[in-house]
């Protein structure tokens, strides 16, 4: 019973990507022995998608200035605005 516990746990993880610039991209990984590209979305500015990861899912990478929020907390990708 631990292991299905555990499996729903890491399974029900979503994050929450808030695009801050226009084009910030949002890429799934595979799960497995070859980790893959195998889902591709773009975002623009305010723009605001939620993520699960999947029994296929096991990574995303965040390309460009957007705000991820998960269970662990805040964190802001992209380079810094400089004034």
């Not at 993880?13 to 591709?40: P, Q, S």
């Not at 975002?43 to 699960?52: C, N, R, S, T």
């Amino acid at each position: 019973m631990k292991d299905n516990e555990d499996k729903a746990a890491w399974r029900s993880d979503y994050i929450v990507v808030k695009a801050l610039e226009d084009g910030v991209t949002v890429i799934g990984l595979t799960r497995g022995e070859n980790t893959k590209f195998h889902h591709t979305e773009k975002l623009d500015a305010g723009e605001v998608m939620i993520a699960q990861f999947t029994d296929n899912t096991s990574a995303m990478k965040i390309r460009g200035r957007a705000l991820i929020d998960t269970a662990h907390g805040r964190v802001e990708s992209g380079k810094p605005v400089k004034n």
